[in-house]
């Protein structure tokens, strides 16, 4: 799976967007982009995934660059509640070790009042 | 729907103790998995089931077992837990493991286990 770099911190104003940058420089072309969140002492939570298009869902919008080596994902009225570390996940489906998911150090996204 | 649950939540173990930690998912989904997690990293797969019936083992198996007791119920089994195994622990599950181009992954709560 391609490695992907993130910043380690973050931090926006309740009511902004918050957008996450994510640098996948080294993606293959049957490789997804997924976005995850930890909230404090919670499971994480699936957020959006895409290809090559950009996506939408209730919860973000995930924009993917035209190369494919980079993305944002976009919560577009951050709250309190979205304070959370941000996983951004590269992977390929198939069969194998591709089964797990790669947890890297993400991004803390600190929404403050 | 509850989605992923896992018990206990919390659990403290004294070296050589066994304990199973529970979970089970309503979301008929096909695979399931367990993972750990230790402060200041991320997840890391210990033990992962594919389909009923069937169990394989991820990056960190040692020390672990586990049962995939029907499709809703994976267990994960500690059978002389070590102070090295104090961490949270999440089992997720997914409607197909991997698919032809990856599944989303639905986590639990988590069980927060510490072996003294």
């Known amino acids: 799976d391609a490695k992907t770099t993130q910043p380690p911190s973050m931090d926006c104003a309740e009511g902004r967007a918050a957008n996450l940058p994510c640098n996948h420089s080294?993606?293959?072309?049957?490789?997804?982009v997924y976005w995850y969140r930890q909230i404090h002492s919670q499971g994480p939570q699936y957020i959006i995934h895409?290809?090559?298009n950009n996506e939408t869902n209730e919860m973000a919008s995930l924009i993917i660059t035209e190369d494919r080596k980079s993305s944002t994902l976009i919560l577009p009225h951050a709250t309190l509640r979205d304070t959370a570390v941000y996983y951004c996940?590269?992977?390929?489906?198939?069969?194998?070790?591709?089964?797990?998911?790669?947890f890297g150090k993400g991004t803390l996204l600190t929404v403050n009042p | 729907n509850a989605g992923v649950t896992q018990t206990p939540k919390f659990q403290v173990l004294k070296t050589g103790q066994s304990m199973t930690l529970q979970c089970a998912q309503d979301m008929n989904h096909n695979s399931m998995y367990w993972y750990r997690q230790d402060p200041g990293m991320g997840l890391r797969l210990i033990y992962y089931?594919?389909?009923?019936?069937?169990?394989d083992k991820g990056e960190v198996p040692n020390g672990y077992n586990v049962s995939r007791l029907n499709k809703r119920e994976f267990s994960l089994r500690l059978e002389s837990a070590a102070p090295s195994q104090t961490s949270v622990y999440f089992c997720?599950?997914?409607?197909?493991?991997?698919?032809?181009?990856?599944?989303?992954?639905?986590f639990g709560p988590g069980t927060r286990l510490l072996v003294l």
């Open positions: 997720a599950s997914s409607r197909l493991a991997g698919g032809p181009w990856g599944e989303t992954q639905y």
């Open positions: 080294t993606i293959s072309g049957n490789e997804y």
């Open positions: 089931s594919a389909s009923e019936g069937t169990t």
């Open positions: 996940i590269v992977r390929v489906g198939g069969g194998g070790s591709n089964y797990k998911l790669t």
């Open positions: 895409g290809l090559k």
